[in-house]
């Protein structure tokens, strides 16, 4: 851990799979952490446990104005690291309100009280999602946002906020997009985690589709250290991806990981395509490499340490099978 004494920053959604890597990362880096998070079904302070003695935290919704002001008043951190957000595709095809409130109100929340207590940084994580789909080429920041599902719809209307801010009042903010993370302590509704969950179980892997779309894979652990680099180097006012250029057809994905859990291939079964499933995304990352980053993880390596931590974590896995099972119950009951 470095000695200097470094400034405060604030992470919204610090409970969640990839804000809980950025903030261990930031505590070994010496930064003051102050983690704000609602801890909806997908936030888990457990994730926080190594470090859970240097930070602090707040169980907040980022909507709320009233207990926002409060902490940030209280806190006055330098910076905000915004990660906070309802994030699943399938999730949001079912229901989009939640996510209207928390990815598009609560950010226009944070930044009206980001102005009114001079934040000197705002760093907003978006998603590579926001650009539609590609079906070849990569996606530089430049290219035009054609969101097509209601999760990336709202991530697009939250960068939309916070553009008009920064052209609007100045307001000293960047925008990042990564693309699709995984790793340890993932919520097991995720592609990567759903495959190991059953394949260890012995279950059917559903895939959507033919399998043949295409991902590009980026290491959680990689996410956070370019979002670092971002913090440090990056320039108030831009946008920048984070990519790895590992990319994969979900079909193959599934049936890597099988192989390496020595698991049958015919454990995958084809199901009903997703409606509007994007086909592939795929961003440029010259500009964050411009910076001096460069992914330390190609897929092997990730899905290696990922594979250890899920089997090693077989509690944990199994502890959020209770409230995925209540909310496919929820929602088989809707349709
Ligand atoms: P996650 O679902 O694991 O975590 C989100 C966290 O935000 C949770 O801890 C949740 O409790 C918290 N949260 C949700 N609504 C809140 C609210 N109203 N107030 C306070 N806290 C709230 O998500 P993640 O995968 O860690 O993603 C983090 C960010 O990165 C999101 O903005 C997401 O859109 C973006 N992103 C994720 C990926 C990915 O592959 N996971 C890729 C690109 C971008």
Known sequence: MSK????????????????????RQAVHKNYKVVVV????YAGDLSR??????????????????RVMENIIKKE??????????????DR???DAAPFIDANVIGTQNLVDLARK????????????????????????ESAPIKPKNPYSATKAAAEF???AAIHTYNFPALVIRPA??????????????????????????????????????????????????????????????IGSYFEKKNLITAKSILKLLNKPQNQIQFVKDRPGHDFRYSVDCTKLRNLGWRPKHNFAKGIGITIDWYMNNLNWLESKKKDLEAHYKKVYKKR
Do not use: M
């Open 4 to 23: 200097t004494a470094k400034q405060k920053i604030l992470v919204t959604g610090g409970a969640g799979f990839i804000g809980s890597e950025f903030v």
């Open 37 to 40: 998070d609602s801890i909806t």
């Open 48 to 65: 926080l446990n190594d470090v859970k003695k240097h930070i602090k935290f707040y169980k907040a919704d980022i909507g709320n104005a």
């Open 76 to 89: 006055k951190p330098q910076t905000i690291i915004h990660f906070a957000a309802e994030t699943h595709v």
């Open 92 to 94: 949001s095809i079912q």
């Open 117 to 140: 207590y001079n934040i000197k940084k705002f760093v907003h994580i978006s998603t590579d999602e926001v650009y539609g789909e590609s079906q070849r080429g990569r996606f530089k």
């Open 161 to 163: 906020v916070v553009r």
């Open 180 to 241: 699709n993370n995984y790793g340890p302590w993932q919520y097991p509704e995720k592609f990567i985690p759903v495959i190991l969950l059953k394949a260890l179980k012995g279950q059917k892997i559903p895939v959507y589709g033919k399998g043949e779309q295409i991902r590009e894979w980026l290491f959680v652990a990689d996410c956070a250290d370019a979002i670092h680099v971002i913090l440090k180097k990056g320039k108030l006012g831009e946008t920048y991806n």
